[in-house]
C-alpha cells in the first residue's frame, strides 16, 4: 500500500458528517495533509470552519471557487494521495454514479487520478434500494472502493444496516493501520 501523505475529504450532507470532522482531526494527527470539500447540504450539519480549524486550509465549497493564489482547488486538491467521500448519501452517490458535476465533492470525483473511497451512510431503507445499489455498482466499476456502510443505530432512532463506518475504520483502511477496539 502506498503512503499516504494526503487527503481530499469529500463531504457530504448526512448526520454522520460529524464523523467526517473526526476524521480529519485523526489524520492530521498523524500527519497527513487534509483538505476538505464540502456539498451544500453538508452545510446544513456541519460548517465549513470546523474542517479548515481542523486541517488549516480552507474548505472548497463550490464547483468555482478560486483560492487566494490564484489556483483552482478542484482541479489541485484532486491531486491528492487519496480522495475520501464520508458521508456518501444516496444523493450523492447518485450523483457520483451520473458523473455530475454539480457540487465540488462530485467535481473533484471527476477528475480525481488517485484512489478513491466512498462511505455510504444512511437509512436502512435507502440502503437496501435497488437504484441505490445499482449505483454504489456503478461505482465500483468506476474504480471507488466501497467502506460500509454497517449494521449499527441510525439517526432514525432503531439499529439496521446503513451506518457510516467510524473514523478510526477508515483511517486504518487509508493508512494500514489496525483500527482501535
Request: hydrophobic residues 50%; negative net charge.
Given at each position: 500500500?502506498?503512503?499516504?501523505?494526503?487527503?481530499?475529504?469529500?463531504?457530504?450532507?448526512?448526520?454522520?458528517?460529524?464523523?467526517?470532522?473526526?476524521l480529519a482531526?485523526?489524520?492530521?494527527?498523524?500527519?497527513?495533509?487534509?483538505?476538505?470539500a464540502l456539498?451544500?447540504?453538508?452545510?446544513?450539519?456541519?460548517?465549513a470552519r470546523?474542517?479548515?480549524?481542523?486541517?488549516?486550509?480552507?474548505?472548497?465549497?463550490?464547483?468555482?471557487?478560486?483560492?487566494?493564489?490564484?489556483?483552482?482547488?478542484?482541479?489541485?486538491?484532486?491531486?491528492?494521495?487519496?480522495?475520501?467521500?464520508?458521508?456518501?448519501?444516496?444523493?450523492?452517490?447518485?450523483?457520483?454514479?451520473?458523473?455530475?458535476?454539480?457540487?465540488?465533492?462530485?467535481?473533484?470525483?471527476?477528475?480525481?487520478?488517485?484512489?478513491?473511497?466512498?462511505?455510504?451512510?444512511?437509512?436502512?431503507?435507502?440502503?437496501?434500494?435497488?437504484?441505490?445499489?445499482?449505483?454504489?455498482?456503478?461505482?465500483?466499476?468506476?474504480?471507488?472502493?466501497?467502506?460500509?456502510?454497517?449494521?449499527?443505530?441510525?439517526?432514525?432512532?432503531?439499529?439496521?444496516?446503513?451506518?457510516?463506518?467510524?473514523?478510526?475504520?477508515?483511517?486504518?483502511?487509508?493508512?494500514?493501520?489496525?483500527?482501535?477496539?
Amino acid at each position: 500500500m502506498t503512503a499516504v501523505r494526503s487527503v481530499l475529504l469529500g463531504v457530504g450532507g448526512g448526520i454522520a458528517a460529524f464523523k467526517a470532522a473526526a476524521l480529519a482531526s485523526q489524520l492530521v494527527q498523524r500527519g497527513v495533509e487534509v483538505r476538505a470539500a464540502l456539498t451544500p447540504g453538508a452545510l446544513q450539519f456541519i460548517g465549513a470552519r470546523t474542517f479548515e480549524g481542523l486541517t488549516g486550509k480552507p474548505a472548497i465549497l463550490t464547483s468555482t471557487q478560486v483560492d487566494v493564489d490564484g489556483s483552482v482547488p478542484h482541479i489541485v486538491a484532486p491531486k491528492a494521495d487519496c480522495f475520501v467521500i464520508a458521508p456518501a448519501t444516496a444523493g450523492l452517490l447518485a450523483r457520483l454514479a451520473a458523473g455530475a458535476c454539480s457540487d465540488a465533492v462530485c467535481l473533484a470525483a471527476v477528475v480525481c487520478e488517485s484512489r478513491r473511497v466512498i462511505c455510504p451512510a444512511m437509512n436502512d431503507a435507502m440502503w437496501r434500494d435497488t437504484a441505490v445499489q445499482r449505483n454504489v455498482a456503478t461505482l465500483r466499476d468506476r474504480g471507488f472502493e466501497v467502506l460500509g456502510p454497517v449494521e449499527g443505530h441510525l439517526a432514525e432512532g432503531y439499529d439496521g444496516a446503513g451506518r457510516m463506518v467510524e473514523p478510526e475504520q477508515i483511517l486504518a483502511a487509508l493508512l494500514g493501520d489496525e483500527p482501535a477496539d
